[in-house]
């Protein structure tokens, strides 16, 4: 029978080797090799993204013989016609470093502004001026100041520097105990009010401390002192403490003291490194994440443009028992595992890129401030941070009618504009004592409009003449986001933002009877110039804008207007907003469309737009060019082929500019697909591609001085 299985999966290989003989090679194809003949970063397998423990797909293991022979793939071709390996390929979901290019594949990235993004379960996280939005992905955001540089110390000394630490760099230190009363520490970056922050630390004896207990110590709000035991081997501790209040900045800290107890005495040596604090507040799964240093690299750093951040496209898989670290790696994210709003079967959606947008509302969070209810006889006072908002933290206000006959309403004076405005609030519904219709309405000085929503359903209620409207769940249980649209009078002058709370199904303000038992939760306001809404801007005492991302990669070797091929996966909360350009400058390249399947190619002189069809959801698309022809295509959809002007007159590769948007997957070929490989490649399913075959396990062994198969399928 073993023989069998055997003799079944070498005909299996040769099958697939002639498969993939028959495939165009690139020309700067990527060699595999590691160990075992496999390099599986550069050329960002996905195997793991469906495997089981065993490392094989569920369709293979009913065909694997027990050594395991295993099928990698890559995500590049599908049953149809079959599509070259591309010459460059940047994933853009959890980093901007492309798995690799035919030339310089550094990211230019700038945002100069803090901004939100929405992770893996749909938390919207408010991520650093520079930092690059991975929409769907899990943030880890180390929050010290550094994680490598010499700690403080009082009460010893630092008898050895540049000791191996866990992840294999020379950033550890050695620590001589100089008193009882001696501490060790790095300080962080600062607190926010209700943070839950986790405090983890890497420990390890030397010498005589091995086998003695040492205090890990987590100075926040709290002073948290957990004793534990050193051992011969590099261990990580973990601590939590939740900051009631903001602190100086070198108030928060975490390393160890012996002002805790333990039985480390004077002139013991520890081993201490790779401290790490983190916000996680909300988060499901609040242990510590992985380690992310602060100080060690340079931009783009760990993928995000910054320091100290770090995405990833797993579950956190770390557990946490007697204060004690157990490091795995979690499940794969996708939409089975995480949030359908920021993920799908083909994991996190991707790069966010958006253009700049200003909240001119004040106080967007804080409605007790700036803003006015509409009577305090009618109206409660605002009550603060009663409920739990999108970004976890309990931040959302509590508005109530009283008991009386009239307009209930929460005010803020605003001088409009000739301009179209969009104004949004997070509105929850309070089960227990429902305030079910809320209206959203604006007066600019002459005219009035507005919407209504049903927070009992979650849908749109009435809406005014000329208006619009859009509500949506946020992903926190029982909170949407509803906004209203129009455009304010050409005399617009002093007017109102408005949050009325109706009987009704009503776009107005209304005089109705209440209950008075009636309660409300809001937050972030948002009231912006623009046709939709965009991600989230919080204000204080002044208006906020968030500035334009913008990413770009150079063109040299890159890219090529003779010849060549860009695709990408796109996806947009509401494809009717599609703006902006996929791959290529602000103003052409592959552009997106709310019509013909989300799609078009314009050179600067010809538009080709894709075949009719609504687009939703992730769409693939990707444009092709050759000589004076130019071919667009989507989501699988016929290939459409037009003119092209010769150029694209692109000084270089931008990534999203402008659209308001998510993009993942982005590909460029230097070579023109042929029509038929441009629409299997917008309609490939990565989980069933047997494209790239790799030999890579236990069967190996007994063939170990035939390499020509592994040769011949890495192009060599």
């Known amino acids: 029978m073993i023989m069998f299985r055997r003799f079944f999966s070498f005909l299996l290989v040769v099958l697939l080797s002639l498969l993939w003989s028959a495939i165009p090679a690139a020309p700067n194809a ?134 191996t630490s866990p992840d294999g760099t020379a950033t550890a230190y050695r620590v001589s105990v100089g008193t009882s009363e001696y501490r060790v520490y790095w300080p962080s970056n600062g607190f926010v009010v209700g943070q839950l922050n986790v405090f983890s630390i890497f420990l390890r004896g030397f010498g005589g401390s091995i086998g003695k207990t040492i205090p890990v110590w987590a100075l926040g ?62 988060q499901s799964n609040q242990n510590p994440s992985e380690y992310v240093s602060v100080g060690v690299l340079s931009a783009p750093y760990h993928g995000a443009n910054v320091d100290g951040v770090k995405y990833f496209d797993t579950l956190n898989g770390n557990t946490v028992t007697d204060n004690v670290v157990t490091e795995a790696t979690g499940a794969p994210i996708t939409s089975a595992n995480s949030s359908a709003l920021t993920t799908d079967a083909g994991g996190p959606f991707g790069y966010q890129a958006e253009g700049s947008r200003e909240n001119v509302i004040l106080q967007s969070n804080t409605l007790g401030t700036t803003w006015t209810i509409s009577n305090a006889a009618d109206m409660e006072a605002v009550v603060a941070d009663q409920y739990v908002s999108v970004d976890g933290t309990t931040t959302m206000d509590k508005l109530q009618p009283k008991a009386t006959t009239a307009v209930h309403s929460l005010d803020q004076a605003f001088t409009f504009t000739a301009a179209k405005y969009t104004t949004c609030a997070d509105l929850r519904y309070v089960s227990a004592t429902p305030q079910r219709w809320v209206a959203i309405i604006n007066n600019d000085g002459t005219t009035t409009w507005g919407a209504s929503f049903d927070l009992l359903n979650g849908v749109v209620g009435a809406v005014s003449a000329g208006a619009t409207s859009t509500i ?16 304010a009078n050409a005399a617009a002058a002093a007017g109102t933002v408005k949050i009325s709370l109706n009987a009704t199904d009503t776009a107005t303000l209304e005089s109705a009877a209440r209950a008075g038992t009636e309660t409300l939760g809001a937050g972030m306001v948002q009231h912006e110039v623009g046709t939709f809404p965009s991600s989230r801007i919080t204000t204080t005492t002044v208006a906020v804008t968030r500035a334009a991302d913008s990413l770009t990669y150079p063109t040299a070797s890159n890219f090529s207007d003779t010849a060549g091929t860009m695709y990408a996966e796109v996806h947009y909360d509401a494809w009717a907003n599609a703006t902006g350009s996929i791959i290529g400058s602000a103003t052409q390249g592959m552009m997106p469309l709310a019509t013909n399947s989300g799609v078009k190619g314009y050179d600067g002189t010809n538009t080709v737009n894709g075949t009719a069809g609504t687009p939703s959801g992730v ?33 270089s590769i931008g990534i999203g500019l402008g659209c308001f948007c998510s993009t993942r997957n982005t590909r460029v070929w230097l070579s023109a697909l042929s029509s038929s490989q441009l629409t299997t490649q917008t309609v490939f399913n990565e989980a069933f591609m047997p494209y790239r075959v790799a030999w890579i396990d236990e069967y190996r062994r007994e063939a170990a001085n035939d390499r020509s198969y592994l040769q011949r399928v890495n192009g060599r």
């Open 30 to 163: 990527p060699v595999v090799q590691d160990e075992q003949g496999i390099d599986f970063e550069a050329l960002n397998f996905r195997l793991r993204h469906a495997a089981g423990e065993d490392g094989l797909l569920p369709w293979q293991q009913h065909q694997a013989p027990p050594d395991r022979l295993a099928l990698l793939t890559l995500p590049f071709g599908t049953s149809g016609t079959p599509v070259p390996i591309p010459d460059g390929f940047w994933p853009l979901q959890t980093t901007l470093v492309p798995s690799w290019s035919a030339g310089s594949g550094t990211p230019t990235f700038t945002r100069a502004s803090t901004a939100y993004v929405q992770d893996w379960e749909a938390l919207h996280k408010q991520v650093l001026s520079g930092e690059a939005r991975f929409r769907g992905a899990r943030r880890v955001s180390n929050v010290l100041l550094s994680s490598v540089n010499t700690p403080a110390i009082a009460n010893g000394t630092i008898t050895a520097t540049g000791v």
């Open 221 to 282: 709000e709290g002073d948290q002192r957990k004793v534990v035991t050193l051992t011969s081997e590099w261990k990580r501790y973990s601590v939590t403490d939740t900051a009631a209040t903001s602190a100086p900045i070198d108030n928060f800290r975490v390393g160890v003291t012996g002002e805790g107890g333990g039985t480390v005495a004077v002139s013991d040596e520890f081993e201490i490194g790779s401290g790490q604090i983190e916000f996680v507040i909300g």
């Open 472 to 487: 949506e769940a946020t992903g926190t249980a029982n909170v949407y986001r509803a906004c209203t649209t129009n455009t």
């Open 619 to 651: 769409v693939k698309m990707g444009v092709t060019w050759t000589g004076t022809d130019m071919t667009v295509a989507a989501g699988g959809t016929a290939a459409v082929a037009g003119t092209y002007d010769t150029t694209w007159n692109l000084s």
